[in-house]
């Protein structure tokens, strides 16, 4: 795979309905959100006046947590929310898929690491147009040095890292229309000083039950406007119950859930109206038997 | 915008096959642009040759940067010679940004004591010169603001 395929979205992303729409989607504190927007703007504000030794800012955000919290829905949505506060509105979504990078052969991890992040997506965004670049599950390219073996893991991973760091180094110094933002499950598997170089490592928690709730009813809604017999389930008293129930779910799996209870009866295949409470609550039961819940990363307050 | 490839050379090359790939390098990403052709960076790194052969040899280019400038490619090419030269990663891939190149310059070091040799071997080319390349913006951002302050202020004062 060339380096430039690991690049697997480049656009100018605007503030209209449908970009905004993802953010919104997500379902999570709303100091959450605010606290990845404003890193951002902050970012891109104090940048470009202020020397780098003097700030520290490499222009990188870490977001972290359980899978299926919607960091990465986040990282893709934070363009449109940007893009009303800067020049030209529009802002370039870089989006990266790091296992592209990674190869079998001696030395070309590193070198591929440089290439695409010191060269290739400086280069994308050449014109200055402030660009959010997305490292979706940045695990797999930034090793913690300091628990990985070198038996398990070869040298080449080990300077892939290295290479990251160099290059967010780089980054920091000469292009601060750049800012990236990772993603990752596995924080305790990140490098120590690739999170040092993180300007915030924003926690995005497992749902309470009073978000769970949100992204129940919400997906009744938008089924809803297909199916009109659901909109009584969505704004039903007991489905709050049910969310409470729900709770150590991620959002994706609670957005699951309503599906699953729909998969439940023939009769609710065929007309998805007739979903009852009951049907969600059993398929809220039974989705603990095939999920392992993350304990302890659970939000305090609902969006 | 400012990038950097360092080029093995002895023992790993000879002076004549590391000024070959460099060549290589140059002509890769000319030929990348739409109004340039590879053909006349061939012709002009050819023309080069007998001083960059001797840049090589005489080690002055792992101190001493040729440097090509192309639109927004501003990169210094450097060798790498002895035992370092023999465990060297290069990126031989052609340097991005030349794409809407419509000219370009290579710029060729004139240390001592070859600095007339190589004055006399690039004299009255287009795409060769001797003269330090104006310095490489560190990017296309800086100095301009990226945040509309007003729009943000506009925000604040609604909330």
């Keep these: ?303 | 915008m400012l990038r950097r490839r360092t080029i093995a050379a002895s023992p790993r090359r000879s002076a004549s096959a590391t000024w070959q790939v460099i060549t290589d390098l140059v002509a890769d990403t000319i030929a990348k642009s739409s109004s340039l052709s590879r053909a006349d960076a061939e012709q002009a790194m050819s023309v080069a040759a007998p001083a960059g052969r001797m840049l090589v040899a005489g080690g002055h280019l792992d101190r001493h940067p040729l440097v090509l400038v192309a639109g927004a490619v501003y990169c210094e090419i450097t060798t790498i010679s002895g035992s370092e030269a023999l465990t060297a990663e290069e990126n031989l891939n052609p340097v991005p940004g030349a794409a809407d190149a419509t000219t370009y310059t290579i710029h060729l070091p004139t240390p001592d004591p070859v600095q007339a040799v190589v004055a006399s071997a690039v004299a009255g080319h287009d795409r060769l010169s001797i003269a330090p390349p104006a310095p490489a913006q560190a990017s296309s951002a800086s100095g301009r603001p990226l945040i509309d302050t007003e729009a943000l202020r506009e925000a604040v004062t609604r909330r």
Excluded at chain 1, 14 to 42: C, F, Q, S, Y
Excluded at chain 1, 122 to 129: F, K, R, S
Excluded at chain 1, 245 to 265: I, P, Q, T, Y
Aim: aromatic letters at 4%.
């Design chain 1, 1 to 303: 795979m060339k380096v430039q395929e690991c690049v697997v979205a480049d656009e100018l992303v605007r503030e209209d309905r449908a970009a905004v729409g993802i953010w919104d989607a997500i379902v999570v504190p709303d100091e959450v959100k605010e606290r990845i927007r404003n890193h951002t703007l902050l970012s891109l504000r104090v940048r470009p006046e202020l020397p780098f030794v003097a700030t520290a800012l490499h222009g990188l955000c870490t977001l972290y947590g359980p899978p299926g919290t919607g960091k990465t829905t986040l990282a893709r949505g934070l363009p449109a929310q940007i893009a009303r506060y800067v020049p030209g509105r529009a802002v370039r979504r870089v989006e990266i898929n790091p296992h592209g990078l990674m190869s079998a052969e001696h030395g070309q991890s590193q070198q591929r690491v440089t290439e695409l992040l010191a060269e290739h997506v400086p280069t994308l965004a050449v014109d200055g147009v402030p660009t959010v670049v997305v490292l979706d599950e940045v695990e797999g390219m930034v090793v913690a040095r300091s628990a990985a073996s070198l038996a398990a893991n070869p040298a080449d991973v080990h300077r892939a890292t290295d290479a990251v760091l160099t290059a967010l180094d780089q980054n920091a110094e000469r292009h601060p229309h750049l800012y990236f933002v990772a993603t990752s499950n596995f924080t305790s598997g990140l490098d120590e000083a690739f999170l040092s170089r993180s300007d915030a490592a924003i926690l995005v928690p497992l749902p309470n039950a009073a978000a769970l709730h949100a992204i129940m009813r919400s997906t009744l809604l938008v089924l809803a406007a297909r199916y009109p017999g659901l909109r009584d389930l969505a704004d039903a008293p007991g489905l709050a119950t049910i969310a409470r129930r729900a709770e150590g779910l991620d959002g994706r799996r609670a957005r699951k859930v309503v599906f699953d209870a729909l998969a439940r009866r023939l009769d609710t295949v065929l007309d998805p109206g007739r979903l009852t409470e009951d049907d969600l609550a059993a398929a809220v039961g039974s989705s603990f038997d095939q999920v392992v819940p993350n304990a302890g990363e659970t939000a305090d307050a609902a969006a």
